[in-house]
């Protein structure tokens, strides 16, 4: 029996700039700005990490947290048809023609799922499943009451000062005849929201979509996660013995990883006490088991630390997963991209994981509005605090757009001998542009 792909995705319709599902759920998804790498400081670090704790404990329960970050291989375009044509304009764009740099887009989706929506896991696919959307979702005061807390999150965010978020409005959601969607974006890895070309989507022998050849490596198990994490981590390559140089503690994921991929990060926000009631549950099982084998006595340590630091610390339990979808159409380059995301994980201490039979079920999830059918086993429990941790928190560098500033060129030290003895002068040459 022939099936149409429309009739199996599980997304049902773009309406009031809002993704609804065929499972209830319901996605706001905004557009984020983030601070240009390289530019924040230990404390700005500190203070914007505090900023997405704050912003995430205002969501709603049964609501998930999904960043996609977008980092796309491009090469520069001059523009040779300014109307400034000055020497060192022209010289700038040709030294910049063609220089290749990652293209970084941010999308942050909130997606409320409907009450008593079954979890999903590894062993089944919302793909194959038909249902009835749930009576909540058709209260009309369930969809104002989840943009009320956005907003909360949105003003947040931006009030930090480190952040701006738009939210994507209905056409920019959904495709058109001659324009790509977020959606149809993320089904083809589409490089641009112009291109025409449809391809197909193949997991008998990996990931492939089209001519690209993809590797998901995933961060769902907290055996492989670093023992310690924070808001930011010393870049070696810039800091001395005496001045430590910041960075985000994600960024090897992010923009300091040099091939296409994309870098999801997912909370989902649970009820909080019935998390703990099945913690409870779960150390008391330990409890019994314990003098079995130390394996279940150091489990049942691990498991009343976390109950104690909640409690005592007023901490927002959360379930957490991250992965890298990388790839190229070169096949022959996939050993060279898992080297480098296995090199961009160890330098946060964290064990890369490659997934293969899994792969399918969690790049279905990661399509923009179908992160509540995340598989739930692909999770760790965790706190907020740590779970922001690894978060991107910067972009590559944006070109200014005020038409007054300094353009300088190179500067060389040439030395002449006059006679018998040698002048230093300074050569090279600056202009001012602009008032």
Known sequence: MEKRMEDLLPIMAVEHDCILSKQGD??????????????????????????WIKAIKVLPKFCVFHKQDWFLEKSHKADFTSDDSSFLTRSSERFFNERPFLDHSCYIMLTKKPLGRKNSSSLFSNLLRRSIVPEETLKAQLLQDFIDCTGQFKRIMEDSGFVKLTRLKNDVLRSESRKLGLIEKYCFLSESEDSFVFKDIKFDEGLAVGDKHCQLFTLGDAADLPALCGSRINFDRYSTDKTKFSVGFASTLGQLLSCNHIYNQYLFIEDAQKTIQKLESKRLRLQSLSAYSRENMIARDATNDFLNEAVSQQRLPVKAHFNVLAWSTEKEELKDIKNK???????????????????????????????????????????????????????????????????????????????????????????????
């Open 26 to 51: 319901i996605t706001i998804i905004f557009k984020a700005e983030l601070p240009e790498i390289f530019t924040l400081s230990d404390q700005e670090y500190e203070a914007f990490h505090q900023s």
């Open 341 to 435: 995301v296995s090199s961009a994980l160890a330098q946060m201490d964290a064990a890369a994981k490659q997934e293969t039979v899994g792969a399918a079920q969690i790049f279905w999830a990661g399509m923009p509005g179908n992160a509540a059918d995340f598989p739930m086993n692909d999770t760790f429990d965790t706190f907020t605090e740590q779970a922001v941790c690894f978060l991107n928190m910067e972009t590559g560098y944006r070109s200014s757009l005020s038409p007054v500033g300094i353009r300088l060129g190179d500067v060389r030290i040439h030395q002449v001998f006059v006679q018998d003895r040698a002048e230093i002068f300074w050569g090279g040459y600056c202009s001012y542009s602009g008032g």
